[in-house]
């Protein structure tokens, strides 16, 4: 069992770096806005699901092998960048179809769910951060490594949820005022693309892992 003082030492880490939005919140916030609420709450707990992988990978110590090699990195980076991309792109080309003609064809909820497991398991910077931070609240003496750093990983995931799902409705219902005009709905869902493009682009050309 993993000792309070750790615990609580865990979950300030853990609100802090939550609230900071990074590129988890700017993709929700660029499908909710280019798609709605729902939208937005289900990429949450797609990305939420993708991230599941890693940690379960981080616990069992594959994390450390995929985070010190630069050809695995690099590979996941660029695919997910790419992805981000090409979602962004969509969302732009489908700026002006009516509404529900494009939550109909576009958004169905394992659809969404999906493309957000994508973003969240192509996400190398949730390996680096699991394999970097989760390890510090670890006490050996505590009990089993990898069931302590499973249960810090899914209260995280918990307190990530929560936030981003804040940011989603967020978001959202910034996306439903501009509704009542066609035009600035355009633009809106237009805004959300080009924010998803520009995540992509800044994921695939950033720096090699501190």
Same mark, same amino acid.
């Given at each position: 069992?993993?000792?309070?003082?750790?615990?609580? +030492?865990?979950?300030?880490?853990?609100?802090?770096?939550?609230?900071?939005?990074?590129?988890?919140?700017? !993709?929700?916030?660029?499908?909710?806005?280019?798609?709605?609420?729902?939208?937005?709450?289900?990429?949450?707990?797609?990305?939420?699901?993708?991230?599941?992988?890693?940690?379960?990978?981080?616990?069992?110590?594959?994390?450390?092998?995929?985070?010190?090699?630069?050809? /695995? !990195?690099?590979?996941?980076?660029? /695919?997910? /960048?790419?992805?981000?991309?090409?979602?962004?792109?969509?969302?732009?080309?489908?700026?002006?179809?009516?509404?529900?003609?494009?939550?109909?064809?576009?958004?169905?909820?394992?659809?969404?769910?999906?493309?957000?497991?994508?973003?969240?398991?192509?996400?190398?910077?949730?390996? +680096?951060? !699991?394999? /970097?931070?989760?390890?510090?609240?670890?006490?050996?003496?505590?009990?089993?490594?990898?069931?302590?750093?499973?249960?810090?990983?899914?209260?995280?995931?918990?307190?990530?949820?929560?936030?981003?799902?804040?940011?989603?409705?967020?978001?959202?219902?910034?996306?439903?005022?501009?509704?009542?005009?066609?035009?600035?709905?355009?633009?809106?869902?237009?805004?959300?693309?080009?924010?998803?493009?520009?995540?992509?682009?800044?994921?695939?050309?950033?720096?090699?892992?501190?």
């Amino acid at each position: 069992m993993i000792p309070l003082e750790n615990l609580l +030492a865990f979950l300030l880490a853990a609100v802090v770096i939550i609230v900071i939005p990074g590129p988890g919140v700017l !993709f929700v916030i660029g499908r909710s806005i280019a798609l709605g609420r729902r939208a937005g709450v289900l990429s949450v707990l797609g990305n939420a699901l993708g991230n599941v992988p890693a940690l379960l990978a981080v616990a069992f110590g594959v994390g450390a092998i995929v985070a010190s090699s630069v050809v /695995a !990195f690099t590979v996941i980076k660029l /695919a997910g /960048a790419a992805y981000l991309v090409w979602l962004g792109v969509q969302a732009i080309r489908h700026r002006r179809a009516p509404v529900r003609a494009a939550s109909d064809a576009r958004t169905s909820p394992i659809r969404l769910l999906a493309q957000g497991f994508v973003v969240g398991v192509t996400n190398p910077k949730t390996i +680096a951060f !699991f394999v /970097a931070a989760l390890p510090q609240f670890v006490d050996p003496a505590a009990g089993p490594i990898w069931m302590q750093l499973l249960t810090l990983g899914l209260i995280f995931q918990v307190l990530a949820v929560v936030s981003d799902s804040l940011w989603a409705l967020a978001a959202g219902t910034a996306r439903a005022w501009f509704a009542t005009s066609p035009r600035r709905m355009a633009t809106l869902a237009g805004a959300g693309g080009v924010m998803m493009i520009g995540l992509g682009g800044t994921l695939a050309f950033a720096g090699a892992k501190s």
